[in-house]
């Protein structure tokens, strides 16, 4: 699970930015994680990770540890994610 929560950190980057009005058009799929992920991940990080930067390692740690509490959706969509990424089988934890 831990390899699952390596890019979550930074696929939820941009979830303070969401709330800023002058949100220029995004990208489907950019570095920092696609719109699904935002879309269904926001909520749990704000509710669970919120205190923390999401670039920040302690960020994957918290949605590790809080795994169970997050939204079907969310799990769903870093399940997904992790699918598209190249070293999406390196380290299951």
Known sequence: MASKLTSLALALGVAAALAA?????????TK???????????GDYLTYCGNLAP??????????????????????AIDAYQ?????????KG
């Open 21 to 29: 009005p002058a949100l220029a058009d995004p990208a489907p799929q």
């Open 55 to 76: 670039e920040d390692p302690a960020t994957d740690a918290c949605f590790e540890t809080n795994w169970k509490k997050l939204s079907e959706n969310c799990r769903r």
């Open 83 to 91: 699918r598209t990424q190249p070293d999406a089988g390196k380290k």
């Open 32 to 42: 920092r994680g696609n719109e699904t992920l935002k879309k269904y991940c926001t």
